[in-house]
């Protein structure tokens, strides 16, 4: 089993930016790939980043250019930075974790971001 706990959402402005942390722990080596997905209210949860255990990474085309994901193996910590916020990208954010042999996901408690116009 994996833990993933998230930190970092809150309130910014337009423009503004933020930085999502998500600490892995139990089976990390057993993880095949992280991502961040989003839910904002009243719409379905969406893939917002990836990145895979080799370091390829893809993005929704609503974030690309915007947001970068990236990972410190050191720290099993995957990290989401989102610069040129919008309101739109309010939602609650969600690290997740697909494991490498069975595919099963695990999913961390949900962090909101809230931007203002």
């Known amino acids: 089993q994996v833990q993933l706990v998230e930190s970092g959402g809150g309130l910014v402005q337009a423009g503004g930016s933020l930085r999502l942390s998500c600490a892995a722990s139990?089976?990390?080596?057993?993880?095949?790939?992280m991502g961040w997905y989003r839910q904002a209210p009243g719409k379905q949860r969406e893939l917002v980043a990836a990145?895979?255990?080799?370091?390829?990474?893809n993005y929704a085309d609503s974030v690309k250019g915007r947001f970068t994901i990236s990972r410190d193996n050191a720290k099993n910590t995957v990290y989401l930075q989102m610069n040129s916020l919008k309101p739109e990208d309010t939602a609650v954010y969600y690290c997740?974790?697909?494991?490498?042999?069975?595919?099963?996901?695990?999913w961390g408690q949900g962090t909101q971001v809230t931007v203002s116009s």
């Open positions: 997740a974790a697909r494991m490498r042999v069975t595919g099963d996901d695990y």
């Open positions: 139990g089976s990390i080596f057993s993880i095949n790939a």
């Open positions: 990145i895979t255990r080799g370091g390829s990474t």
